[in-house]
């Protein structure tokens, strides 16, 4: 199973900007997709974005499209999820995940980290 750890959340304005990282402990990172999943207190966890192995399939939630991208670095065993335009709506706890395919949903994904949270003031 992959081991993720997450970095990069904090408090920002907002309108500011944030890049959250993931680090996967397993060489496997290189064959697996991955992404970004969001909660609220309160709310269910969403899908944020997603990306595949080989970056050829990239994804993201209609509520983000056009101010986050998601990355990966197979080489440093890293994912990236850069943050712009931040609003307080997207205050949450977010968690990269790991798993065999592409998707939104989160049961495609098996392998979580364990969150950082990421807070927009007004």
């Known amino acids: 199973q992959v081991q993720l750890v997450e970095s990069g959340g904090g408090l920002v304005q907002a309108g500011g900007s944030l890049r959250l990282s993931c680090a996967a402990s397993e060489r496997t990172f290189s064959s697996s997709a991955m992404g970004w999943f969001r909660q609220a207190p309160g709310k269910e966890r969403e899908f944020v974005a997603a990306?595949?192995?080989?970056?050829?399939?990239?994804y993201y939630a209609d509520s983000v499209k056009g101010r986050f991208t998601i990355s990966r670095d197979n080489a440093k065993n890293t994912i990236y999820l850069q943050m712009s335009g931040l609003k307080p709506e997207d205050t949450a706890v977010y968690y990269c995940?790991?798993?065999?395919?592409?998707?939104?949903?989160?049961?495609?994904?098996?392998?979580w980290g364990q969150g950082t949270q990421v807070t927009v003031s007004p």
């Open positions: 990306i595949s192995w080989s970056d050829d399939s990239i």
């Open positions: 995940a790991a798993g065999s395919r592409v998707a939104t949903m989160p049961r495609y994904f098996g392998s």
